[in-house]
């Protein structure tokens, strides 16, 4: 399979007044054609961090350090600059749907002139061919075209996250990025949209990146899951290798799944992690897990562990998982 | 919340608002003015101010419309200032007249070219008294005054003014000097009594004058004989020499000096600015919170008096109201109060409307807290600190709001306020009359002040509105 | 435990809330009336002592609404609340007083449910100020602190001074938690307690709050829209889909065994952490989006979206819960059939 994003390095430092925070330290993974990478943890792990740098667009004092390498479609975009980044690349090649973008727009004008607008700033068309346009991409994401003279406040958020869905499809990227598309959404609503990303990846033919904190979730959408820790990858490995009989080899993703309700299991007791995710400016020495892990041993608080193939297409950044 | 918390507030504050540069100014003039106003009597020439503004004999040693002093910098004749000698030279001499006499001398250095316009002697005196004054000039000359005869005193005022009780004893000094020709030419009426102590004498002294630089005694002799009865006695002497510019700020044409009328008038200035802001800003932020804790009928009513009010004129209404009753200050800061309290509502109630919905009201509710402990504990603290700028902006206001009813004519006689000497000023024609040192100053304190609490509101207003501070 | 009312702690009976929308006095006097909003349209049902029972809903289900009658944050259209043999749909002021010393509430989100200017001493001192709770200050410390232990915030005191915006997510549920318990409630309405709390430490908090439950023999009223924590959480179910319960039952009977087409799409939707469904399309037996709770459909609430539905469903009155045994209760007439 071919690649579609590879990621070298990645550091994306938030530079404060009490010192560097490391939202993203040394983070490397790839990205095949028409595969849909999933990326879980806590909230602040740097799941959405990651989305953000790929579209090079850190909020301030965030910056994406040297060394780090973003080759999309064989092109390193790190060097280009930002008027390129903005023409070429940005919702061109690589779209993102925001986590609550829904509750983003703009509650004073109609769906269309808001649709319109983001098409006509990226396309020349005349507004009849846009509206037409328009029209095509509501019907995919199964709304009717009616909706282009409803206001927000007189849809429902599954209604908003269709449009916002089918704005970030517009430009035909390669590439979307979806932070927690689902979340402020009701179950069956949930389900709705979900079967609609799936249908939308295969009739244009893209890629996913899908930021979520629902480990049950990333079940049902990911060929491949990345499991991010403190800024760091601790698992990466295929939906099988993660979700399947085995089960995952980190203690971390470990203990994420034994914490998630099981709906057709009754449970006496789930597991959880003690303790907080670690503060960013300051990280524990060694494996940043380990002062939460139940399975630390001596080495995991003096050395940091390497993010390892353990089997193929299967890495591990944890000492009880080398080989 | 502990103390300590409330310094880490204070402290939190204080880094954002030493950034606000007009901020500081403002500060620092407040500052200014406090000091002033703790310190009143250092800075007051005229101790006994506040009372005697309006007693005319309390002023009677001042000369009227007196520029300031120190516009003699800009003048090419200089003229004398105001000066007071209060500790004369007591000492027992043998007189000619009186023999053994108690010779009270004060000495005065006459470096001007006009001469002041008055020389004042006051005492206080007891039983019975009898003395002669009489003035030795540097150029060795006698000037003889006149006497004064006191029987039955009690601590009563002795005063004796060179310019109306010595007017024919100079006159004797004239014609000793002046030649016949030159007095026969002129009118003794128009002669003023200083000016001829304060010239050089010789035949042409009455068209003439030229002045006479140098030390004056002023002697009060007493014959001593009076002291052998207690009951004759003499206090509190001494020498007011009533100059031709006078004060920091010169004086009005009823002689009040315009500098003490000016600090006098500050602490009543901050006192209505600050008893009307507080109090209508406290009293406006429970309205709007109570307005929107309520909601519903409440509410509607409460925005319905809300909406009179803030429709309504206050000057007109204030001035009918002062005009009806008598003039108080309290029923001027009333009637403020009255008007002001609207200031803030709109956008407390519409903050409260927000901080109502917030999940924590809602808990304490759940909690069994009742409305009033929800009002006063949760809303109000949240509120107040923007309260803060807002009674700050709502000073100057008040300041000038009462300024205006001074000007008018109907502020409270039994204070001092800075409208009240622009009402004056206004009242005697001072800007016909070129007495630009009565308009100015108070104008332009009016001014200060107001432009003090702006920059001190404007200020906090950036540092506590903006976000609630809440998180 | 041995109650002579059936262990029935809390039974809600047919209750009702309708919001009337905001009207200006010109839509009034014209009769324009605009659509009453029937958040809560006829809700029965009952708590015994002990038990965690479950309120499950999509938004716009009236699930909270209900939370917030129980809590008598608002009043009731109709119906009625009788708590522990006592009927407190209306009281006046010191039996409301009294009634919220005795249910208390934990809210969605631990932080906004906290001024962000009180310290956790002064969040955990309020309700015993309110309550006029005898005893000074060392007195109510002595309290906190029991309470803060009861909820395993270790050292207790190292808490008492940090402001609510100093603690973490699972630290201030902790917090709310104990609040509520220093009064030594009955019951408590769990709003949503665990859904902004991350997934490593959920399970830390609901284990707590069980804890809690049986330590104190205290009673739960758990609302929310995860049927997955619900299933480990709770005794019994009660599904809401606009404004009235479709079907209750003991959680694992509703669960593995439902009988309303409605409850079958909320447990399909639900994803379960399990391999090889990336390529599925799930099959959702429902579609389309819960309707306004301002417009209610005729006949049985559910019937627009519902794919078993019959002319009779929306001709017919409303159906009403059916009890299939066991205390599994039900609102669909056509049941047997799908």
Request: overall charge negative; charged content about 25%; glycine content about 8%.
């Amino acid at each position: 399979m071919d690649k579609l994003l590879e990621v070298k390095n990645l550091k994306l430092y938030y530079h404060t007044s009490k010192g560097a925070v490391r939202a993203l330290d040394d983070v490397s993974f790839d990205l095949y054609k028409g595969e849909t990478l999933g990326l879980v943890g806590e909230s602040g792990c740097g799941k959405t961090t990651t989305g953000v740098a790929l579209l090079k667009m850190p909020s301030p004092p965030g910056r994406i350090e040297p060394g780090s390498q973003i080759i999309l479609d064989g092109r390193d975009i790190m060097p280009l600059p930002e008027k390129e980044i903005r023409k070429n690349v940005r919702w061109e090649e690589v779209a993102m749907v925001f986590q609550g973008a829904m509750n983003c727009l703009t509650p004073v004008y109609t769906i269309g002139k808001q649709m319109l607008e983001t098409l006509q700033e990226h396309r020349d068309m005349d507004k009849a061919q846009a509206e037409e346009l328009i029209k095509e991409y509501l019907g995919l994401v199964g709304l009717p075209p009616e909706v282009m003279g409803r206001y927000p406040h007189e849809l429902s958020g599954g209604m908003k996250q269709r449009i916002v869905i089918a704005t970030a499809l517009f430009l035909k990227p390669k590439l979307v990025i979806l932070d927690e598309p689902t979340t402020a959404l009701d179950v069956i609503v949930q389900a709705q949209i979900i079967n609609l990303l799936k249908k939308l990846k295969k009739t244009f033919d893209l890629s996913f990146i899908f930021i979520t904190h629902d480990l049950s979730l990333e079940a049902e959408v990911s060929d491949r899951i990345c499991v991010m820790y403190a800024g760091k990858i601790a698992e990466l490995g295929t939906n099988q290798q993660i979700y399947g009989e085995q089960g995952p080899m980190h203690p971390y993703t470990e203990k994420l799944l034994q914490a998630t309700p099981l709906l057709h299991k009754k449970v006496d007791s789930l597991s959880y992690i003690p303790g907080t995710p670690p503060d960013l400016i300051d990280p524990p020495k060694g494996c940043r897990f380990h002062p939460r892990c139940h399975k630390a041993m001596d080495k995991c608080s003096q050395e940091e562990p390497p993010l390892l193939e353990v089997e193929p297409g299967h890495m591990v950044a944890c000492w009880r998982c080398g080989k | 919340m502990s103390m300590k918390d409330v310094g880490y507030r204070f402290k939190e504050f204080w880094d954002d608002f030493r950034k606000e540069t007009s901020g500081l100014i403002g500060l620092g003039i407040l500052v200014l003015s406090l000091v002033v106003v703790l310190f009143e009597p250092v800075f007051l020439p005229f101790k006994d101010v506040d009372g005697n503004w309006r007693n005319i004999s309390y002023w009677q040693d001042s000369p009227p419309a007196a520029p300031p002093a120190w516009t003699n910098l800009f003048a090419a004749e200089k003229s004398a200032t105001t000066a007071y000698l209060n500790d004369p030279i007591v000492e027992d001499v043998d007189d000619p007249d009186f023999g053994l006499a108690r010779v009270y001398t004060f000495k005065y250095n006459y470096k001007y070219d006009k001469s002041p316009l008055d020389i004042i002697f006051r005492a206080k005196g007891d039983g019975m008294l009898f003395m002669n004054l009489s003035v030795i000039r540097p150029d060795g000359e006698t000037v003889y005054l006149g006497q004064v005869y006191e029987d039955g005193l009690a601590g009563d005022d002795i005063r004796f003014t060179v310019d109306t009780d010595a007017r024919s004893s100079v006159y004797e000094f004239i014609r000793a000097h002046a030649s016949e020709e030159a007095i026969a030419n002129s009118d003794s009426s128009n002669v003023k009594a200083t000016d001829i102590i304060f010239a050089k004498a010789g035949a042409d002294m009455l068209s003439a004058r030229e002045p006479l630089k140098g030390e004056y005694l002023y002697k009060v002799t007493i014959p001593a004989s009076l002291f052998e009865d207690e009951a004759n006695r003499i206090d509190e002497a001494k020498l007011i020499v009533t100059g031709r510019v006078s004060g920091v700020l010169g004086t009005d044409t009823s002689k009040r000096d315009i500098y003490s009328g000016i600090i006098a008038g500050l602490k009543w200035a901050l006192f209505i600015g600050l008893v009307t802001s507080v109090i209508s800003v406290l009293v406006g932020v429970l309205y709007g919170i109570i307005s929107a804790y309520f909601g519903g009928t409440t509410d509607t009513i409460m925005s319905f008096i809300f909406e009179v009010f803030v429709s309504m004129p206050m000057l007109p209404i204030l001035i009918v109201l002062s005009a009806t009753f008598k003039p108080s200050i309290w029923i001027i800061i009333g009637a403020m109060i009255v008007f002001y309290w609207v200031g803030p509502v709109k956008t407390v109630r519409s903050m409260a409307l927000q901080i109502k919905e917030e999940t924590y009201i809602e808990a304490a509710k759940a909690l069994g807290a009742g409305k009033w402990r929800i009002i006063f504990k949760h809303m109000a603290p949240i509120l107040l600190p923007y309260s803060f700028a807002n009674m700050a902006l709502s000073v100057p206001g008040a300041i000038v709001a009462e300024s205006s009813l001074s000007l008018l004519g109907l502020g409270d006689p039994s204070i001092i306020s800075w409208g009240q000497i622009l009402h004056d000023a206004q009242l005697s024609g001072a800007t016909l009359n070129g007495l630009w040192w009565w308009i100015v100053p108070p104008g332009l304190f009016i001014a200060v002040m107001g432009m003090t609490f702006a920059f001190l509101g404007f200020a906090m207003d950036k540092i506590l509105h903006p976000k609630l501070r809440t998180r | 435990m041995s109650d002579k009312s059936n262990d029935v702690l809390l039974e809600v009976k047919d209750l009702k809330k309708h919001f009337a929308p905001h009207q200006s006095l010109a839509q009034t006097l014209s009769g324009k009336n605009r659509r009453v909003v029937k958040a809560v349209d006829g809700v029965s049902f009952s708590i015994h002592r002990g038990e965690i029972f479950g309120l499950i809903g999509e938004s716009g289900s009236g699930k909270t609404t209900t939370g917030k009658l129980v809590m008598k944050l608002i009043d009731p259209t109709s119906g009625s609340i009788v708590f522990n043999g006592e009927d407190v749909t209306v009281t006046d002021k010191e039996r409301t007083q009294a009634y919220r010393r005795q249910v208390q509430m934990i809210f969605q989100d631990p932080y906004a449910s906290m001024n962000p200017r009180f310290k956790i001493k002064d969040v955990m001192d309020e309700p015993l100020v309110i309550h006029k709770i005898e005893g000074d200050h060392v007195e109510h410390e002595k309290m906190i602190i029991k309470a803060l232990t009861e909820v395993k915030l270790n050292p207790p005191e190292e808490f008492m001074g940090r402001y609510p915006h100093m603690l973490s997510g699972g630290q201030r549920q902790r917090i709310a938690t104990a609040r509520t318990l220093i009064l030594n409630p009955m019951m408590l309405v769990a709003d949503e307690p665990v859904s902004m709390i991350d997934l490593s430490t959920r399970a830390e908090i609901l284990h707590m709050m069980k804890d809690v439950q049986r330590d104190l023999g205290l009673t739960y009223l758990y609302i929310t829209h995860d049927l997955s924590t619900a299933r480990y959480f709770t005794d019994r179910i009660a599904v809401m889909y606009l404004g009235r319960i479709v079907e209750m039952g003991r959680a694992e009977d509703l669960i593995d065994n439902p009988l309303h087409p409605y409850t079958k799409a909320l447990i399909e939707a639900v994803p379960e952490p399990r391999t090889g469904k990336v390529d599925v399309i799930k099959e959702l037996p429902i579609s389309g989006e819960i309707p306004s709770p301002a417009n209610i459909p005729s006949g049985c609430r559910f019937h627009t979206r519902c794919p078993y539905a019959k002319p009779e469903c929306s001709s017919e009155a409303e159906p009403e819960l059916m009890d299939v045994g066991n205390g599994h209760f039900h609102a669909c007439r056509r049941y047997k059939e799908i």
